[in-house]
T-cell receptor, first 112, second 117 residues
Framework: GIQVEQSPPDLILQEGANSTLRCNFS?????LQWFHQNPWGQLINLFY???GTKQNGRLSATTVATERYSLLYISSSQTTDSGVYFC??????????????FGTGTRLQVTL | NAGVTQTPKFQVLKTGQSMTLQCAQD?????MYWYRQDPGMGLRLIYY???????DKGEVPNGYNVSRLNKREFSLRLESAAPSQTSVYFC????????????????FGPGTRLTVL
């Protein structure tokens, strides 16, 4: 099956700093999503981005499908950005429905 | 519009006991999923339902059964719980039905934290 690697595994930032999270995947994908899991465990979908670039406020994401990676940018970080960020992909060899394979996540801590 | 709801939020079982985790969505979604999340790991797919009346195994189905009761509800059953099933369980749903690929965002419930002693 498809492999997903995220880096770095842990990141500590001071409030106001910028950061880049990376997701590498081992095969062609037709679906890539970024999720934020807050400290209370809730998973929130941030972006659906199998290719191209999207922006939502202080967050943006870019996927270069031909080179099999995706980047999540966080600008002017806030303490509410703390949590774990997951990249999840669906490869072309899956069958029905949208079966996502998750990476192990990047744990972000934003301090005052 | 509650989205995806899960009950219970917390549960402690003894080895060998059985229980059913309930999931419901009010977004009229066609596909539903059960995942488990273990410490330090991403989510792994247990079972999914690509449409009402169908269910299929995911990556880690052993020890679990599911029922797609209707379009709204998808339950996960542990027949004889084992300590290895201690985990946080997430239910998710997405709009498209089976056979469709691509742009299909998954929406997650709040999770059920299960401990098996």
């Amino acid at each position: 099956g498809i492999q997903v690697e995220q880096s770095p595994p842990d990141l500590i930032l001071q409030e106001g700093a910028n950061s880049t999270l990376r997701c590498n995947f081992s095969d062609s994908v037709n679906n890539l999503q970024w999720f934020h899991q807050n400290p209370w465990g809730q998973l929130i979908n941030l972006f659906y981005i199998p290719s191209g670039t999207k922006q939502n406020g202080r967050l943006s994401a870019t996927t270069v499908a031909t080179e099999r990676y995706s980047l999540l940018y966080i600008s002017s970080s806030q303490t509410t950005d703390s949590g774990v960020y997951f990249c999840a992909v669906e490869g072309w060899d899956t069958g029905t429905a949208s079966k996502l394979t998750f990476g192990t996540g990047t744990r972000l801590q934003v301090t005052l | 519009n509650a989205g995806v709801t899960q009950t219970p939020k917390f549960q402690v079982l003894k080895t060998g006991q059985s229980m059913t985790l309930q999931c419901a969505q009010d977004m009229n979604h066609n596909s539903m999923y059960w995942y488990r999340q273990d410490p330090g790991m991403g989510l792994r797919l247990i079972y999914y339902s690509a449409s009402e009346g169908t269910t299929d195994k995911g990556e880690v189905p052993n020890g679990y059964n599911v029922s797609r009761l209707n379009k709204r509800e998808f339950s996960l059953r542990l027949e004889s719980a084992a300590p290895s099933q201690t985990s946080v369980y997430f239910c998710a749903s997405s709009r498209l039905a089976g056979g469709f690929r691509g742009a299909d965002t998954q929406y997650f419930g709040p999770g059920t934290r299960l401990t098996v002693l």
